[in-house]
């Protein structure tokens, strides 16, 4: 089944992303984005295919993504500091509060976007 995730941004126009559907319970969703092109987290690249698994909970405080790389192996996990986060029946939706934690596979952790947050 697929899910619609809206990630709303205070200084940056809203994302959307087609996930598939991994689990679900009453108020929380485990969804699978695949990467159809290369991008970038922290200074590692992550080609095409590479997978996230998203945690979203009803009322959440943060979204957790767990990255792997394409051939398979832990990239890490980012944790988005939100507020407004709902899960519905077709989709996820959250507003994304530009703070983010980044656990790189060795256990250390590095703070994201610190300048956009202090430019709003």
Request: include cysteine.
């Amino acid at each position: 089944m697929r899910i619609l995730e809206v990630k709303r941004h205070v200084n940056k126009p809203v994302e959307r992303y087609c996930c598939d559907l991994v689990a679900r319970g009453e108020d929380f969703a485990l969804l699978q984005y695949v990467s159809d092109r290369p991008w970038q987290v922290d200074g590692i690249r992550l080609e095409a295919g590479s997978i996230t698994l998203g945690h979203y909970r009803d009322g959440g405080g943060w979204v957790l993504w767990r990255m792997h790389g394409s051939d398979g192996r832990l990239a890490g996990h980012l944790f988005h500091v939100c507020r407004d986060q709902r899960v519905e029946a077709d989709r996820v939706e959250y507003l994304d509060l530009m703070l983010d934690l980044w656990y790189r596979p060795d256990g250390d952790v590095v703070v994201l976007d610190r300048d956009e947050a202090q430019a709003c």
